[in-house]
C-alpha cells in the first residue's frame, strides 16, 4: 500500500533532549513537509523540501532541523532550542508544485518531560 | 503571505441538521483551496478540493463547498449531517507554484445522535 508512515506514534524525551521524528513515504512524492498542530491553532508549517538535499524554513521553523537525503525519507529533529516542544507532528507529502494536494502521516505525538 | 480564517471553533449539531462551516482567505491572487478532515484518531484526508472552473465543487461523503471570489470565501456545506461527520475539518489555500500551504486553526463538528 502506498502511504506516509511516521514513527514512533508516542514519544517521551526529557527536557533538553535532542529528538529525530521519522517521516518515510513511498507516494514517490517530490514535496514533503512537516507541520505542527496544536489545539485551536490548526496546522502551523515547520519545513518543507521540494527536491532531495533542499529544503525551506516555514513559520515556526526555530529549534527545529531537517534534512533530505532520499526522496523518500524527511526526518525532523526537535532540538533542546525548542521552548514547546510538546505537541503532535503531522508529516505530509505532494506530487510537486501547483495544484497538488498534500498526503498526510498519522502523526506523532510528542511529549518532553 | 496568505492567511486562512475559521469563524467557528466548535460546532454541534443533530442529525440531519444541515451544516456550513465558514472559510475565508486573504491572498490577493489566484489561490488553490482545500478542506481536510480528521475523523478521530484517523490521518487528515482531503475532503474536496478547487483549483479553477466551476466555483461548486463536490467532495466525499456529500460535502459540498462553493468558492466565491469576491468574498474571499470557501466555505463547506453538507445538507444533512450524520453522527459520523463528526470530526474536525481544516479549510487550506495555496498559490499555484508554490508548496506553501496554509491551514485555518480548524472548526470541531460533534454531531449528536
Known amino acids: 500500500d502506498g502511504g506516509i508512515t511516521q514513527s514512533p506514534k508516542y514519544l517521551f524525551r526529557k527536557e533538553g533532549q535532542n529528538v529525530t521524528l521519522s517521516c518515510e513515504q513511498n507516494?514517490?512524492?517530490?514535496?514533503m513537509y512537516w507541520y505542527r498542530q496544536d489545539p485551536g491553532q490548526g496546522l502551523r508549517l515547520i519545513y518543507y523540501s521540494q527536491i532531495v538535499n533542499d529544503f525551506q524554513k516555514g513559520d515556526i521553523a526555530e529549534g527545529y532541523s531537517v534534512s533530505r537525503e532520499k526522496k523518500e525519507s524527511f526526518p525532523l529533529t526537535v532540538t533542546s532550542a525548542q521552548k514547546n516542544p510538546t505537541a503532535f507532528y503531522l508529516c505530509?507529502?505532494?506530487?510537486?508544485?501547483?495544484?497538488?494536494?498534500?498526503?498526510f502521516g498519522p502523526g506523532t505525538r510528542l511529549t518532553v518531560l | 503571505a496568505q492567511s486562512v480564517s475559521q469563524h467557528n471553533h466548535h460546532v454541534i449539531l443533530s442529525e440531519a441538521a444541515s451544516l456550513e462551516l465558514g472559510c475565508n482567505y486573504s491572498?490577493?491572487?489566484?489561490?488553490?483551496l482545500f478542506w481536510y478532515v480528521q475523523y478521530p484518531g484517523q490521518h487528515l484526508q482531503l475532503l474536496l478540493k478547487?483549483?479553477?472552473?466551476?466555483?461548486l465543487v463536490k467532495g466525499i461523503k456529500g460535502f459540498e463547498a462553493e468558492f466565491i471570489k469576491s468574498k474571499f470565501s470557501f466555505n463547506l456545506r453538507k445538507p444533512s449531517v450524520q453522527w459520523s461527520d463528526t470530526a474536525e475539518y481544516f479549510c487550506a489555500v495555496n498559490a499555484p507554484n508554490n508548496n506553501d500551504m496554509r491551514f485555518g486553526a480548524g472548526t470541531r463538528l460533534t454531531v449528536k445522535p
Open positions: 505530509a507529502s505532494s506530487a510537486g508544485l501547483a495544484g497538488v494536494w498534500q498526503f
Open positions: 507516494l514517490n512524492h517530490d514535496a
Open positions: 491572498y490577493g491572487g489566484t489561490v488553490n
Open positions: 478547487y483549483f479553477s472552473g466551476d466555483p
